[in-house]
């Protein structure tokens, strides 16, 4: 029995080394690209592109779990032509902090956007955001209604679906067993499957070559992010139950783009129950298309934020001959 335990002992310490060097190369490659703003409990990373001065209102994105910006930005990129993009790495994601791994719901997330919002001199915005970001727009739009000027959700989560978040994201969540197993197992398992799993989320689409490494998703396979995730996971179910009966009050115009054939995010649990919900909702459902619409319909995505921004070009200009600040 003393055998088994020392063996047991030492493998865990080997598997700890391992992710720390693990971490070390990870942060070592995918170093952060924009600036950090400090909000209450959180840093926020933070990536501007395009014209700061571009007539209408920014367009900020957001992206979706087990994610990080860079997700978002051959998006940002299209958009970014013509228009003041703003990117952020969610609370606990890429290369931004949250003091707690319990601020993990939609309501505090929002506020910590829209605090960073104000330390970019931003009034209203455009939101676009994919899957579990979905909520978090959602949410944004109903505690910060001043500061959304629209709204553009791909493949959003906006309702309970039935089951859990996945008994591992259960397990990594719990209290220290979770973080054992991340700071032991998480990382070089991880990094064998990663590729598999980004696969099954694109499909029936096939992943575009080089995303993993051009989305630097194995970031998320550092500890504090892969916990911050999990607890992201298992808190979204009851944070949507609440705020949902809400979505009716949500008076900016929402444009949703969903496909049909989405196994991560059902568009028959979330988007049309949302279309069905919000005053000012436009559905478009694309067949034959799974979870990343952004990636499957990049064109038709950039032209509904176009259309979104360009519609309120007006109450932006008649904004600013009140407002003194970058819309």
């Known amino acids: 029995m003393l055998t088994v335990t020392i063996a047991l002992a030492a493998a865990g310490l080997v598997l700890a080394l391992a992710t720390q060097i693990g971490v070390i190369l990870i942060q070592g490659a995918f170093s952060p690209r924009g600036r ?90 455009v939101v676009v955001a994919h899957s579990w970001a979905g909520a978090l727009a959602l949410r944004i739009a109903l505690d910060h209604p001043d500061r959304v000027a629209g709204l553009v959700l791909l493949a959003p989560v906006a309702y309970p679906w039935r089951g859990g978040a996945g008994r591992y994201n259960d397990v990594i969540s719990t209290p220290l067993i979770g973080p054992l197993l991340a700071h032991t197992i998480t990382l070089p398992l991880g990094y064998l499957v990663t590729t598999s799993g980004v696969r099954g989320v694109f499909a029936p689409q096939p992943m575009p070559a080089d995303f993993v490494r051009d989305s630097e998703t194995l970031l998320l396979l550092r500890p504090r992010e892969f916990i911050a995730n999990a607890r992201d996971l298992v808190t979204l179910k009851a944070a949507v139950v609440e705020q949902a009966p809400r979505y009716a009050e949500i008076k900016a115009p929402l444009s949703i783009i969903s496909g049909d054939v989405d196994k991560t995010v059902s568009t028959g649990i979330h988007s049309r129950p949302l279309a069905a919900s919000a005053p000012n909702a436009k559905l478009i459902v694309l067949p034959g298309v799974g979870h990343m619409a952004q990636y499957a319909a990049p064109d038709l995505v950039a032209s509904e934020i176009e259309a979104m921004a360009d519609r309120l070009v007006q109450p932006a200009a008649t904004a600013d001959k009140t407002v003194p600040a970058n819309l």
Do not use: F, Y
């Open 36 to 125: 950090m703003i400090d909000v209450s409990g959180a840093r926020l990373h933070v990536v501007e592109l395009g014209p700061r001065d571009a007539a209408g209102p920014p367009v900020v994105m957001l992206h979706g779990a087990s994610s990080n910006l860079r997700a978002m930005q051959p998006l940002g990129d299209r958009i970014a032509k013509t228009r003041r993009v703003i990117l952020i790495d969610r609370p606990g994601h890429g290369w931004s902090m949250r003091e707690r791994v319990a601020d993990s719901t939609p309501a505090i997330q929002g506020r910590m956007i829209a605090e960073a919002l104000t330390g970019l001199g931003i009034i209203r915005a």
